[in-house]
């Protein structure tokens, strides 16, 4: 009997049951099944558990409430609901199209390596702005091509960092970053911001022909993207420990979504981007004869903010959190992407399309770029910021944003 006692003493501790509990989860991939007799069964997740939990993750969120807008911008193209109706649905229907891309997106770069992963996120990071590029490359509507893409650089530097840092400067007094990794990006933007600025010049020029103007331009965006391609290398290879943040965390998150699934959540969510951003596109030129809203506005201001309005809410809830290292590497990285990937991306569709889609801007589009992005490198060269600097940011998109009312249609 002493012995058998000895035996019970030395056997391993069980895990006590808690009848409100039910069962007791191991970690993220097993769990203990515990029936009335106090058996544990260890029984693993399905695959299909996981897709469906992965689903919800993307599907069941605020903004995709929005998502009813989708058949109701198609609806207003198809039963001709005039051209505020169309532009309006379709605008908010784009919207949380975007974040489920986006989500889709770091689902399927979460199964593959960095390299990869960052081209991923480079390519369909960026998808509403390429897809709304290539709608309207299409429609010959290249001035609003250009004022989108150059809007899309302006709301990221001005209106989602301004905001971010207002968001945190109403938890702590100081914001300190990583202002290594974000001043490499300001590099970028500023050879980028160089480069957009030399077609722009060389148009002005006497005897400037307009064919040559288009050759410069397609020479300027083969050499933008190898050093896009050589900033990839720099930032997710050889110097990724420059881009790492202190709020990062090295634990891996469970891949809930196959390949497969999230390969097939990504092409359902492109093509109804790919839809309704036609639809958005091919009714810009109405909205603005029927009730005289400029298109310099349309396109510097409204087209950027509904293809960026997902990240600017993510980056503006990471600031606020204390992240900020996060919020920048959206704001700053998306205007990377945009300067030395899509606007390469667009002169060269245009290209393919005998479109006159080329560097050539205007003096008032070129100058506010090239201003706000020396503006952003003298808030980020400290590595500290705080909610005046947001203001001040905010303010300059203000005075870009009234400009736009007040330039004629046809200025290109």
């Known amino acids: 009997m002493s ?25 993220s991939t097993f769990k203990l099944v515990v029936s009335n007799d106090l058996t544990a069964v260890p029984q693993q997740r399905s695959w299909a558990s996981k897709q469906v939990e992965g689903l919800k993750d993307i599907i069941i969120q605020p903004i995709n409430i929005l998502l009813v807008f989708v058949p109701l911008g198609i609806c207003s193209a198809k039963m001709e609901w005039g051209p505020l109706s169309t ?50 490359i299409r429609a010959n509507l290249v ?15 001005l209106l989602v960092m301004g905001m971010a840092f207002i968001a945190s400067g109403m938890v702590q007094t100081t914001s300190v970053f990583n202002s290594t990794g974000a001043g490499t990006s300001m590099s970028c933007l500023v050879l980028a911001s160089l480069a957009l600025t030399l077609p722009t010049v060389f148009a002005h020029m ?34 990724a420990e420059l881009f790492t943040g202190g709020e990062e965390d090295d634990h891996e998150p469970e891949k809930l979504l ?66 900020m290292d996060l919020a920048l590497g959206i704001a700053v990285g998306s205007s990377t992407q945009i300067a030395l990937f899509v606007v390469p991306c667009a002169v060269m569709f245009g290209w393919a399309w005998e479109q006159p889609m080329n560097l050539n801007f205007t003096v008032f589009e070129t100058t506010c770029q090239m201003l706000t992005v020396f503006l952003v490198s003298q808030v980020l060269a400290h590595g500290e910021t705080n909610w005046l600097h947001g203001a001040m940011l905010m303010t300059v998109y203000a005075f870009i944003a009234v400009q736009t009312l007040f330039i004629p249609n046809g200025v290109h």
């Open 3 to 27: 012995d058998i006692a000895e035996r019970k003493s030395t056997r391993a501790p069980t895990q006590a049951f808690n009848p409100k509990r039910g069962a007791v989860r191991r970690d």
């Open 87 to 136: 532009f309006s649905c379709n605008f908010m229907a784009i919207v949380p199209l975007a974040a489920v891309l986006g989500a889709s997106t770091e689902a399927l770069a979460a199964h593959t390596g960095q390299m990869i992963g960052g081209l991923l996120n480079a390519t369909f990071g960026n998808a509403v702005e390429m897809l709304v590029t290539v709608s309207a």
């Open 143 to 157: 001035a609003v091509v250009q004022q989108s893409l150059i809007g899309s650089i302006l709301s990221n530097l």
């Open 206 to 239: 006497p005897e400037a022909e307009t064919h040559d103007s288009a050759h410069l331009s397609r020479i300027i965006s083969v050499i933008l993207a190898f050093v896009y391609c050589a900033f990839l290398v720099f930032q997710l290879r050889t110097h």
């Open 258 to 323: 196959s390949v497969g699934t999230s390969v097939s959540v990504l092409f359902a969510t492109t093509c109804a981007v790919a839809c309704c951003s036609e639809i958005l596109v091919d009714s810009i030129q109405g909205l603005s004869e029927t009730y005289g809203l400029p298109q310099s506005f349309i396109g510097l201001i409204l087209l950027p903010i509904v293809g960026n309005a997902a990240e600017h809410a993510t980056a503006v809830t990471a600031a606020r959190k204390g992240m």
